[in-house]
């Protein structure tokens, strides 16, 4: 089994779970999940973790996101985007100012109603769901933060922007709100993911690459080690004499380091532990009271 995440450059026409799908009979295992769901007609940076990786996808959907979206005014879908049904038509008459203000007005926290067709569930059953078969119910508002947003070129009806955000915007529907306040309407045009924490553009992989790793019996080169996420987390070895302790993710003492290796006080927040084989096992942190490093989150391979 592969452990690990692979940095998946998301192509149009696939669903994120089609991509995680499709890698399961690459790969030929099960144990896979992507982290952050992208639109079908969406395209960009989608880390996809594998085997033991599994365990950071909750982690890894909470990292910050940044979008290159191009906005079209004067246009309301029903979905919000392009691809959807168009309710209404507008001209589009503000200014190149009054749209800049307009899209620059949305930085910081807002209260955004989530679109019809998304994967949201309510009462058990997924809103694109309920919006395919006719049905439209009323969403709440939930909190979202737009950390920055850039508008980098505007032409005619079209805006091109890029849009850092938390987890949970749907850049549908700040198009939408942007078009409502503009009094024109607006959808999304196009929706590229530039960079998912961590991850960006650079490195990304496409599916049909790591197929070919794969048939070449090179896939671990698309796979990045688990332990790269916590590379900020200064790294020790345990001792053969705690091979068992470390094995069975029990809690650590600093004597239980390698010598040279072996902590002072005050000692860091996490640190990466590595057990005898010199694998990396897992995420530990320093409780005071105990004085001992407790597991924090262990990787250790199936």
């Excluded at 026409?13 to 009979?25: E, P």
């Excluded at 599994?54 to 290159?68: P, S």
């Excluded at 924490?197 to 080690?225: H, Q, T, Y």
């Excluded at 590379?231 to 069975?248: G, R």
Aim: aromatic letters at 8%; glycine letters at 10%.
């Amino acid at each position: 089994m592969y452990h690990g995440i692979i940095n998946i450059y998301k192509e149009s026409g696939y669903t994120s779970f089609d991509v995680v799908a499709k890698l399961r009979g690459i790969l030929h295992q099960k144990k896979i999940g992507h982290t952050g769901t992208l639109d079908p007609d969406a395209e960009g940076v989608l880390p996809v973790c594998l085997g033991n990786g599994t365990k950071l996808v909750e982690d890894l959907t909470e990292k910050t996101k940044v979008y290159e979206c191009i906005m079209k005014l004067g246009v309301e879908t029903d979905t919000e985007d392009m691809s959807g049904k168009v309710l209404s038509t507008g001209a589009v008459t503000c200014s190149e100012e009054e749209i800049k203000t307009a899209c620059l007005s949305f930085i910081g926290d807002y209260d955004q109603i989530p679109p019809m067709y998304s994967a949201i569930k309510v009462d058990g059953r997924k809103l694109y769901e309920l919006a395919r078969s006719g049905v439209e119910i009323e969403r709440k508002a939930r909190p979202v933060r737009i950390i920055g947003l850039e508008v980098n070129k505007i032409l005619g009806d079209e805006v091109t922007m890029t849009v850092t955000c938390s987890r949970g915007t749907y850049i549908r529907s700040l198009c939408r709100d942007i078009g409502k306040k503009l009094g024109c309407g607006a959808a999304m045009a196009h929706l590229l993911r530039v960079r998912s924490g961590e991850f960006g553009l650079e490195g990304s992989m496409k599916l049909s690459e790591v197929e070919a790793l794969a048939a070449a019996g090179k896939a671990e080169d698309a796979i990045i080690p688990v332990e790269y996420f916590y590379s900020a987390y200064p790294s020790v070895h345990v001792k053969p004499e705690a091979k068992k302790l470390i094995d069975n993710g029990n809690p650590l003492d600093n004597c239980d380091l390698e010598e040279g290796e072996g902590l002072k006080a005050p000692y860091p927040e996490k640190i990466r532990v590595f057990n005898v084989e010199g694998k990396f096992a897992g995420v530990y942190s320093y409780d005071p009271v105990k004085r001992k490093f407790m597991p924090d989150k262990m990787f250790m391979a199936d």
